[in-house]
């Protein structure tokens, strides 16, 4: 008896790719005080919040200064203003959803954590490998059973589903980070269909979907049968800069049910007993990103990001390297060239051509031999940055 911690984050792998990447940046740095770094592998934005988002938070601020526009503990769901402007956001995917089904919350990560709290821990849970390392460290932490899918250039780094691996609760993130690949249409029916079929539970993260172009899903609704048996994670964090200000929200479709129980119901009970809202001043800047001004605003951020990412891709394209993402996705996931692995390219980019990226065997196995670089970075450090890449190139 006595005190014990939970054995689980014995079994956590050590979380050193960041750790590591500082380590090694600082140690170079030092060495050569003189060497301007382009730090091409950071995951966070870069672009202030649009204008009409920050007046929002200014007047909602104001208002709660003062005695009738004060507001206390908010709805754990989220106040209904922000779940409509969400619903409305959806419509223009055709996706049709109940106010209640819209759950507020603090960003798509501690979702991703925290939704498995409702499952049994006894569920296994199948991951594509390489991905955001959040969902296989939660449910280690949880105890839960994790399975890989192979996401490899054979499949585009895309992974369909397989009869030798089923899992009862399935991640799926697209666009994908680090890969930025992006499923079809047709790729996300057929992991509705095996979720039907294997009566599993997916957990679709949309975090990037601003970033999809043309007739890609941005929402896994837009899949008939998705309602069954999906539950949707966002977020405010890449689609309007809400990174530092925390704002997300999860979807949870009244027609799941599992041994009996709506999910739904089960969320609600959950959220009302670990979570208090979202503040208010929070959740009106994220109503006003949803407006027509806010998503003209928003989107010219958005569309700063894409054209780095199409720089990027035009220099991989030009150099004839293999890449996957950039086209939906703030994230160029390259093949290391001349063979090397990760880390290898890593100090080869970092000592020779001053480029920070991020080596991808950080974000699973089959990530070896492969480097995510981002656009989120300014203009000028993404076009220095490329130019440098092609003069490592050529000089190899
Ligand atoms: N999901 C994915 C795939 C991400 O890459 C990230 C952040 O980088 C998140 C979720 C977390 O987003 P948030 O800032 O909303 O917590």
């Known amino acids: 008896m006595g005190i014990h911690i939970n054995e689980q984050y014995n079994e956590l792998n050590e979380s050193y790719l960041f750790a590591e990447i500082a380590r090694k940046v600082a140690e170079y740095q030092k060495a050569n005080p003189d060497k301007k770094l382009l730090k091409m592998g950071i995951g966070d934005v870069t672009r202030p919040l649009a204008r009409c988002v920050t007046d929002a938070m200014k007047k909602a601020s104001d208002e709660m200064g003062t005695a009738e526009g004060f507001h206390g503990y908010g709805p754990e769901q989220g106040y209904a203003f922000l779940r409509e402007a969400i619903q409305n956001y959806y419509k223009k995917f055709g996706v049709e959803l109940d106010a209640d089904e819209i759950f507020i919350s603090d960003g798509a990560k501690s979702d991703c954590g925290n939704f498995p709290d409702i499952l049994s821990t006894d569920c296994t849970v199948l991951i594509p490998d390489p991905v ?174 894409r054209e780095n990412a199409k720089i990027m891709t035009d220099t991989m394209d030009e150099l004839g390297i293999y890449y996957t993402g950039g086209k939906n996705s703030p994230y160029v996931w390259l093949k290391c060239p001349f063979g090397m692995k990760s880390w290898d390219f890593f100090d080869e980019m970092l000592t020779k051509a001053g480029i920070v990226g991020t080596p991808g065997a950080g974000f699973g196995t089959n990530g070896e031999g492969f480097f995510r670089l981002t656009a989120f970075s300014t203009r000028e450090t993404t076009i220095e940055a490329m130019k440098r890449l092609k003069e490592y190139m050529q000089s190899r």
């Open 132 to 305: 955001y390392p959040v969902y296989a460290d939660t449910n280690v932490m949880a105890g839960r059973k994790i399975i890989y899918s192979s996401a490899n250039e054979e499949n585009h780094f895309l992974p369909m589903p397989d009869e030798s691996k089923v899992g009862d609760i399935i991640y799926i993130c697209s666009p994908n980070n680090p890969t930025g690949a992006c499923y079809s249409r047709e790729q996300l029916a057929a992991w509705v269909a095996f979720a039907k079929k294997h009566n599993s539970l997916i957990l679709f993260d949309a975090a990037y979907e601003c970033f999809v172009t043309g007739d890609l899903p941005h929402s896994i609704y837009e899949i008939e049968g998705a309602k069954d048996v999906a539950v949707e994670l966002c977020s405010f964090s890449k689609k309007a800069g809400f990174t530092g200000t925390r704002c997300g929200y999860t979807v949870v479709p009244k027609r799941i049910v599992i041994d009996g129980a709506v999910l739904n119901k089960l969320w609600i009970r959950r959220q009302t007993t670990k979570f208090n809202g979202v503040a208010y001043i929070v959740e009106r800047g994220a109503e006003a990103a949803l407006t027509d001004e806010g998503e003209k605003e928003v989107s010219e951020n958005i569309n700063y990001y």
